[in-house]
């Protein structure tokens, strides 16, 4: 209450939020902790999942004792210990298309810490059919990555992905491994932004998307627009006129999106000859690359913004990465500055 950003109003405003924070691991245990210090008044906690020991070296919030149990139970148990005045709904079940609407429309806030993709689909489509701000946060082996999402008309989820990747194409930090301090990290910047949004100051990462690497500690900030295909919901309709003021910019914006897909390694392998004035840029880091790739120029995703002068001559680019993230980030940080067709490879 000393800063004078937040002072007595603010805290008052925090202790009147309702916030649901979706998954309660290595994203929502540290969310749960700072929000629930920070006094806000009502926190709804889902999470399907039960403890296991390969959990404990990042989430934080559960010891050898818990394991076996239902995370959403024992972390609403251990936030009551940490602030006894709160009010917690816990939901030890999986969000489903059944219950969702049912659940986020009883909050002003959502945070979505989960781990797969049809719950993030889920929790970003349920939220902008029902205008509520909402919170992302992701992390991957070594890097994460946060944004906001409907905030006073701002983009949403499918503004940086249109549509969920093939099951096959996808893996989670269970499988695929990550640094036990990034979910940390990435858990106290979205609780940040959660404050921010509560309370009303500082500038919101809305229609900007933050990528931290914990291998050498780079911060990124990529600036991003509503979209314009008409993926979004009707609610938001009236927001892609407000992020072109020229219609024939919006009309392009639209040919850039229509003209933006995936290919495969044999299509790939096919334009060698039928379509040589073409560049295949890999957006992964200079060890990735080094380690394995297909071919093209490397290029991280971070230093793109530095290269367009020399691949912007090319009539396509390919972007490619290991799971479809960061090519699809480049496509986005691109099409205002390319006329061509964009496409996004996935090595396997």
């Avoid at 290269?307 to 099409?335: D, P």
């Amino acid at each position: 209450m000393i800063l004078p950003e937040i002072g007595i109003t603010g805290q008052q405003k925090l202790l009147n939020a309702r916030v649901l924070v979706v998954g309660a691991g290595g994203l929502g245990c540290p969310l749960l902790m700072y929000l629930t210090g920070a006094g806000i008044g009502h926190i709804g906690i889902i999470d399907h999942d039960l403890v296991e020991e390969s959990n404990l070296h990042r989430q934080v919030l559960y010891h050898v004792k818990d394991i076996g149990q239902h995370k959403a139970t024992v972390a609403t148990e251990k936030m009551q210990l940490l602030n006894p005045d709160i009010q917690f709904s816990t939901y030890p079940f999986a969000l489903s298309g059944e219950n969702a609407t049912s659940i986020i429309e009883q909050y002003d806030l959502v945070l979505d810490g989960s781990d797969n993709f049809p719950t993030r689909y889920l929790v970003n489509d349920t939220c902008m059919n029902l205008n509520k701000p909402l919170v992302f946060g992701s992390i991957f082996q070594f890097e994460g990555q946060v944004s906001v999402f409907g905030f006073k008309g701002g983009p949403d989820y499918r503004s940086i992905y249109p549509e969920p990747p093939a099951r096959e194409d996808t893996t989670n930090c269970g499988e695929a491994g990550v640094i036990g301090t990034l979910p940390g990290i990435i858990g106290s910047l979205m609780a940040n932004e959660a404050i921010k949004i509560i309370c009303g100051f500082g500038e919101i990462l809305s229609g900007s998307l933050l990528i931290f690497n914990a291998l050498n500690s780079e911060t990124q900030l990529f600036k991003f627009n509503v979209t314009t295909d008409g993926t979004n919901n009707e609610s938001n309709d009236h927001l892609n006129l407000s992020t072109t003021s020229d219609e024939e910019d919006l009309k392009q914006n639209q040919l850039l999106r229509a003209n933006t897909r995936t290919i495969s390694m044999k299509e790939l392998e096919d334009w060698k000859t039928d379509r040589p004035d073409h560049v295949l840029i890999d957006v992964r880091e200079a060890y990735e690359f080094e380690e394995y790739n297909i071919g093209g120029i490397n290029i991280p995703l971070y230093q793109l913004n530095d290269h367009l002068a020399e691949i912007t001559h090319y009539k396509t680019i390919v972007f490619c990465c290991t799971m479809g993230k960061r090519s699809n980030i480049a496509i986005q940080l691109l099409k205002g500055n390319f006329k061509g067709e964009l496409f996004s490879l996935t090595i396997k």
